[in-house]
C-alpha cells in the first residue's frame, strides 16, 4: 500500500509546505500474526517565515526567535505539527516503521510499531512506538 501527499497551507508565512511519501508491506505469516514494514518520507518544498508564536522558559518568542536563542539549525514537526520555520526548504527526512499486526476475528485488530529515522536529518523525529486498534465494518 502507498500513500502520497502534501500539505500546502493557506498561510505561506505562517506553515511550511511540504510532501509526504508512505510505504506498507505486510504479510500474514500465521492466522494471527501480520508483520509489517513501513517507509516513510518528508520532502520540504519550502519553510515559513518562522513568525509562529512559541511560549518559553525566556517569554514568548517567535519559531525564528527561539531556534537562534537555543543555537539550532532551522527544523521542521514533520507530521506533529507545521512550525513554519524559515529554511527548511529542501530537507528530507526518511524513517522505517517495524511492527506487527494481530487480527481479533473479521471486523478487529490490534497493532504496534517501532519508527525509527534513515536519515542524518531528522528533526523533532528521534524515535516513536505506535499502537493501534482497528474496528472495520
Do not use: C
Amino acid at each position: 500500500m502507498a500513500h502520497v501527499g502534501a500539505e500546502i497551507p493557506n498561510d505561506m508565512g505562517a506553515n511550511s509546505t511540504f510532501m509526504f511519501y508512505d510505504l506498507h508491506v505486510d504479510y500474514g505469516l500465521l492466522e494471527h500474526f501480520v508483520p509489517f514494514v513501513e517507509l516513510n518520507a518528508f520532502h520540504y518544498l519550502s519553510g515559513g517565515d518562522g513568525s509562529r508564536k512559541v511560549r518559553t522558559d525566556a517569554g514568548t518568542l517567535t519559531v525564528k526567535q527561539a531556534t537562534q536563542a537555543l543555537k539550532l539549525q532551522p527544523f521542521e514537526g514533520l507530521d506533529y505539527a507545521n512550525l513554519g520555520s524559515d529554511n527548511v526548504g529542501g530537507h528530507f527526512i526518511a524513517t522505517l516503521g517495524i511492527g506487527a499486526r494481530i487480527p481479533l476475528g473479521r471486523h478487529a485488530s490490534l497493532g504496534g510499531a517501532y519508527e525509527f529515522p534513515l536519515t542524518n536529518r531528522r528533526d523533532v523525529f528521534r524515535q516513536r512506538f505506535t499502537a493501534s486498534v482497528t474496528l472495520e465494518f
